[in-house]
């Protein structure tokens, strides 16, 4: 049940129709701890958050956090309680954030960080962090290639 007693910084279907094309929402046990995470391990920008609902913006992503009790009549409910980590087997990643510094941000929120910046194979240098509800974030810039570094 939803717990917000004041009206909504936006009616939901003028939020709906603003979103862009791809939209990730998360699910969380907090949405108080999950926006405390996203500004300060990844400097996104609050647009809003009370204890139901969540929307920010990261790195030009904007993404949305709904507590758990907000998806009440969902057929996940029963899932929601006992999952211990939320997102096993999906990565969101997102190009654009100096890796180097979200990892040191990331090492002062205890067990958030899963894997230290480096350079990949894949033309990224990323670092891999974890939100507080277990949801998993590959960070990176690209690298410059081989070729553009011999034309200099």
């Given at each position: ?9 936006m ?18 046990r ?12 990844l ?10 609902f ?7 992503l904007?993404?949305m ?8 009549n ?28 979200v990892e ?5 929120n205890?067990?958030?960080l899963?894997?230290?910046?480096i ?10 962090i974890?939100?507080?509800d ?17 034309l200099r």
């Amino acid at each position: 049940m939803k717990t917000r007693i004041t009206k909504p910084w936006m009616p939901a279907a003028d939020y709906g129709q603003s979103l862009p094309v791809f939209t990730v929402n998360l699910l969380v046990r907090n949405v108080r701890i999950s926006v405390e995470f996203y500004k300060t391990v990844l400097g996104g920008n609050e647009r809003y958050h009370d204890d139901d609902f969540a929307a920010l913006h990261v790195a030009g992503l904007e993404f949305m956090l709904h507590a758990d009790h907000t998806y009440e009549n969902h057929p996940w409910v029963t899932h929601l309680g006992s999952a211990s980590q939320r997102g096993l087997g999906v990565e969101l990643r997102l190009l654009g954030l100096d890796p180097d510094k979200v990892e040191a941000l990331a090492k002062n929120n205890t067990g958030c960080l899963i894997a230290p910046a480096i350079d990949k194979p894949h033309g990224w240098r990323e670092t891999v962090i974890q939100d507080p509800d277990g949801y998993v974030w590959a960070v990176g810039v690209k690298m410059k290639s081989n070729a553009e570094t011999t034309l200099r």
